[in-house]
């Protein structure tokens, strides 16, 4: 249960501050780094920064601490929250490392029941 509140959590956050491209693989079968992965994109490195900063917030007001953050002056930041690691990149960083690819053998989530607002494309 714990871990699907993170992911809410993360998700919605995200989506609210308009990261592209959101998606979650469940991994656990996989790896033992973590149950989850959230990936999204950001429009900037700024915006890269935004989105790990407000995903950070709002996780901790829910009493949700990360274990480990990585990449604060990079093009991807890495969220670590033991079950749940989410990955946050700039667009060429995200297609670099194509983790979309490499864990392609996790399940995704269907994150259209975990969104609770709808953003309209530009």
Do not use: C
């Amino acid at each position: 249960m714990k871990l699907n509140k993170i992911i809410e959590i993360a998700v919605n956050s995200l989506n609210d501050k308009k990261a592209k491209e959101i998606s979650a693989i469940e991994v656990g079968e996989l790896t033992v780094i973590a149950e989850y992965f959230i990936l999204a994109t950001a429009t900037s490195s700024t915006h890269v920064k935004a989105l790990a900063d407000i995903v950070e917030e709002n996780l901790s007001k829910e009493g949700f601490e990360p274990d480990h953050i990585e990449g604060k002056a990079t093009g991807w930041i890495l969220l670590d929250y033991a079950g749940v690691v989410i990955h946050i990149f700039t667009k060429d960083t995200r297609e670099f490392y194509n983790l979309d690819r490499l864990w392609s053998d996790g399940k995704q989530i269907d994150l259209d029941n975990i969104l609770t607002s709808v953003r309209e494309e530009n």
